[in-house]
């Protein structure tokens, strides 16, 4: 799922829940792998930035110098994580 700059930023000003981006396959993947894990405790806003980091330099950026796009961020991956833990 390729996301630019300009979509994460109107996400973030709409204040939109990112699991309803997720295309339905990858919300399966998620919620079948989620056990192999004794927790998710690890998931967090730094681990998401590193990983959008590897393929979007420019997106995490975007979310590690706008202190609102940091903040939704950190909403959306709690949310994830109790949607693959439902």
């Known amino acids: 799922m390729e996301v ?3 979509q994460a930023s109107g996400w973030v000003m709409r ?3 990112l699991w309803d981006k997720i ?3 990858y919300q399966e993947s998620l919620r ?3 056990p192999k ?3 998710l405790d ?3 806003t730094e681990w998401a930035i590193e990983s959008i980091k590897t393929k979007n330099p420019a997106l995490a950026s975007l979310f590690l110098g706008w202190r609102k796009g940091h ?3 950190g909403r959306q ?3 994830i994580k109790e949607e693959v833990q439902k």
């Open 42 to 44: 690890w998931v967090n």
């Open 37 to 39: 894990f004794k927790n």
């Open 71 to 73: 903040n939704w961020l």
């Open 15 to 17: 204040n939109e829940k």
């Open 23 to 25: 295309p339905d396959h």
């Open 32 to 34: 079948n792998n989620a």
């Open 4 to 6: 630019t700059v300009a």
């Open 77 to 79: 991956v709690e949310i």
